[in-house]
């Protein structure tokens, strides 16, 4: 049988891994999974079995469930507690998940892109904590979406489903709701006072021809939604501890809180089906919208060999 390699950090894997020998990432889903078929071209994904299982299978909460532990499982074991500041400490959970590099130039304090987060390194490490977080929501939030493709289409992960997956993430109406779950997380586990849900603002502000606000409403009730979920994750890494820890480094730095933009967080949620219908719908929606569009293919290749860069 064909080895697995871990599209995390290359670690070739024998097919008979559940997660990668190296980093502790799932290689597959894993309950009650066979050696799937691997997805190495857009043609290989663009297929009408594919559609159907999209689009006429429900994801039911015990999927879901199993994804979310699935993820939980993978950071725990590839946490290597390194760290004794409360930055290293932060960074040590980052590297659970995805590779991380500082950054020198730009106005951005950071970015996620293709599995990497990059980081201004001339920040106060307040900030960069509170950059680090939500970042890595955004990969979260990303890893939840591909390991719903590999639980429906029971496929190995490869580049072009997370090339699929962040395309989607950064599309639209997702692109709202993506944002706004990663300002959620972040102001989770920093102190009260320092959240700030700018480059939401700014989507918002390109889109705002585009959308009608009860689209906007529905985005941000599911990005809240779905940011829960992955707090309640974290929660299991950055602990009461660490949070008092990140509250003395906020102190330390002596940054002035300010807040005008604690009036955008909600406490509206939606229930479990209406989650699971909408992300399912943004799935099958784009995937039904790529089959259409004879280009979209010409798009995603050109993406993939951007993401293949990242990660050599």
């Not at 989770?188 to 606000?213: T, V």
Request: hydrophobic share 35%.
């Amino acid at each position: 049988m064909t080895e697995i390699y871990c599209s995390k950090c290359g670690e070739k894997n024998s097919p008979t891994k559940d997660y990668c020998i190296n980093c502790g990432s799932v290689l597959r889903k894993l309950d009650n999974f066979k050696v799937g078929d691997k997805i190495t071209s857009f043609e290989d994904m663009f297929t009408q079995k594919h559609k159907e299982q999209l689009n006429e299978i429900p994801l039911t909460n015990e999927i879901y469930e199993l994804i979310l532990n699935n993820i939980y499982e993978t950071g725990k074991k590839s946490l290597k507690n390194k760290g004794s500041t409360a930055l290293e400490k932060v960074a040590d959970v980052v590297e659970a998940y995805a590779k991380w590099s500082y950054k020198s130039k730009g106005g951005e304090l950071g970015f996620y892109s293709a599995n990497n987060i990059k980081l201004d390194d001339r920040l106060n490490d307040s900030v960069q904590i509170a950059t680090l977080i939500h970042e890595l929501s955004h990969h979260l939030l990303a890893e939840i979406h591909e390991q719903i493709l590999m639980y429906f289409w029971e496929v190995e992960k490869t580049y072009e489903i997370e090339v699929f997956v962040q395309y989607i993430l950064a599309s639209g109406t997702v692109h709202l709701m993506n944002e706004y779950c990663a300002h959620t997380v972040e102001g989770r586990f920093i102190p009260h006072g320092y959240q700030n849900y700018g480059s939401f603002n700014s989507i918002l502000e390109e889109q705002k021809d585009e959308l009608d606000h009860d689209t906007v409403v529905i985005s941000l009730v599911l990005g809240n939604t779905i940011a829960e979920d992955i707090i309640h994750l974290l929660e299991h890494f950055i602990d009461e501890d660490l949070r008092r820890e990140i509250k003395q480094q906020y102190n330390k730095d002596q940054l002035p809180p300010s807040y005008s933009q604690i009036g955008m967080e909600t406490t509206d949620m939606m229930d479990e089906n209406s989650r699971n219908e909408l992300i399912m719908g943004s799935l099958a929606g784009s995937f039904d919208a790529a089959m259409k569009n004879p280009d979209f293919k010409n798009v995603l290749n050109e993406f993939l060999d951007t993401f293949k860069s990242f990660n050599q």
